[in-house]
């Protein structure tokens, strides 16, 4: 079924609010192009296949070593391409480097990627790394209102110098199923040696950077279940000292007690700061090491802390691919639970299209969020941003061609499932004060 030329246009008109990424600071990739011998990331070809699009390329054959040197910002474009362009005709129709080309076009004017033009998109590249291009790209060219980030620079909470822009999640893996003390403990300037002290880590973690998080974030899915018990204080007590003082004598068991318990504390906090609670649910980034039975149990493991907490609220990850029904049925259930498609759209495209029209036609519409890019690389950005805008425009023409949804509900319900809950599920313009009125304080 073609797309509605109308919707489409409806759709490119409407900016997202884009509600979760892993930008690096501008100031990072600035000092990369300048100094690439002291940062990872390359600022040429490389890029493009820095992230995901490596998990694509090297599940089509491309090698351990050859993505080594691919990501490596002292190889040569010429070297990167040889590398990479064998496993890129093998992928290019996964939603990963479908994205890569759209990125490209919306960037750089540019259709593909051939032997006659990876020099020149390099140069290209190299040339739009100046002050302001992530305004520029994720405003003028993804068109998005701001920004989500999960910072990979920081294991808590960036401090960054574009808050308007990119709004900051805090980061409580590493406070609760993480249980990496010393660094948080001297960050804090604190002792820790028992499980009070952690308390008093956590609290100070939530006071200086609550405020001005847009939300928080866990990501422990990748390294156990979500079947989180609220374990007492008592219990878990005694068993955090023995961790903190011989961390490989505690049983994964009593370990995992430790984790439920400070999980719960964080959640609890969640709901003294106001602070939404993104979980991620479903694919795991990478390849090779996807366990799928422990991925099948993310929505029925989230189910008793959904219910034990109604005053909180819950952002479910990635549709749960791939098992988004089940993602449906908790937003349709719960009401203190949404679902975020942040990275779904290049996860799979079609299965994204579908489950739009499937959860609008079972949860409550205010419970979708429908654009995260989910990248490192701000390049990236927009085009995951066109392909999700094409399969919302295709999801809306086949709602209507089917006689699910009327035209005249159309504009509004747009705009409500592209930023309309997404403003309404997190507190931007509060946020954003306290960054204001700190750093007046701070002038």
Request: hydrophobic fraction near 40%.
């Amino acid at each position: 079924m073609a797309i509605r030329e109308d919707l489409l246009q409806l759709v490119e008109a409407t900016p997202f609010v884009d509600t979760h990424e892993h930008l690096w600071e501008e100031e990072t990739r600035l000092a990369a192009l300048q100094e690439p011998d002291k940062h990872p990331m390359p600022s040429d070809l490389g890029i493009l296949f820095f992230h995901y699009a490596d998990a694509d390329l090297s599940v089509a054959g491309l090698s351990k070593e050859d993505r080594e040197k691919m990501l490596n910002p002292m190889v040569d474009p010429v070297d990167k391409w040889k590398l990479a362009g064998p496993a890129y005709a093998r992928t290019r129709h996964t939603g990963y480097l479908q994205n890569v080309r759209e990125s490209l076009r919306l960037l750089f004017g540019e259709e593909d990627i051939t032997d006659a033009n990876y020099q020149q998109i390099s140069d290209k590249i190299r040339a739009q790394i100046q002050p302001g291009f992530y305004r520029r790209i994720l405003k003028d060219v993804a068109k998005v209102e701001h920004s989500q980030v999960n910072s990979f620079e920081h294991p808590v909470f960036n401090l960054t110098h574009q808050p308007d822009l990119l709004c900051q999640d805090l980061s409580f893996v590493g406070l609760s199923s993480g249980l990496n003390i010393k660094p948080y403990a001297e960050h804090a300037n604190m002792e820790v040696g028992t499980l009070q002290d952690w308390h008093k880590v956590i609290d100070w973690v939530f006071e200086t950077y609550g405020p001005k998080a847009i939300a928080m974030k866990n990501q422990s899915a990748y390294g156990r279940r979500l079947d989180y018990e609220d374990v007492s204080e008592e219990e878990a007590a005694p068993l955090f000292v023995r961790h903190v003082n011989d961390p490989k004598g505690v049983a994964e068991f009593e370990k995992k007690a430790v984790q439920d318990h400070l999980f719960h504390y964080c959640i609890r906090k969640s709901i003294e700061y106001k602070l939404p609670v993104k979980l991620h649910t479903g694919y795991y980034a990478g390849w090779g090491g996807m366990p799928l039975a422990r991925v099948s149990n993310n929505a029925s493991d989230l189910c008793p802390i959904l219910k034990a907490y109604p005053d909180a609220k819950f952002v479910l990850m990635h549709i749960d691919y791939p098992y988004q029904d089940e993602a449906i049925a908790l937003a349709k259930h719960y009401p203190n639970t949404c679902i975020d498609m942040c990275w779904a759209w290049i996860i799979n495209p079609m299965a994204s299209v579908r489950f739009v029209k499937e959860f609008l036609m079972a949860a409550p519409h205010v419970k979708l969020l429908t654009f995260g890019g989910d990248y490192g690389p701000v390049e990236m950005v927009p085009g995951h941003a066109a392909i999700a805008r094409r399969g919302l425009a295709q999801a809306f023409t086949e709602l209507a061609a089917e006689g699910w949804v009327k035209d005249a509900e159309l504009p509004a319900l747009v705009d409500r499932v592209m930023r309309g809950n997404a403003h309404e599920i997190f507190d931007y313009e509060g946020t954003l004060s306290h960054w204001q009125s700190g750093a007046a304080a701070s002038a």
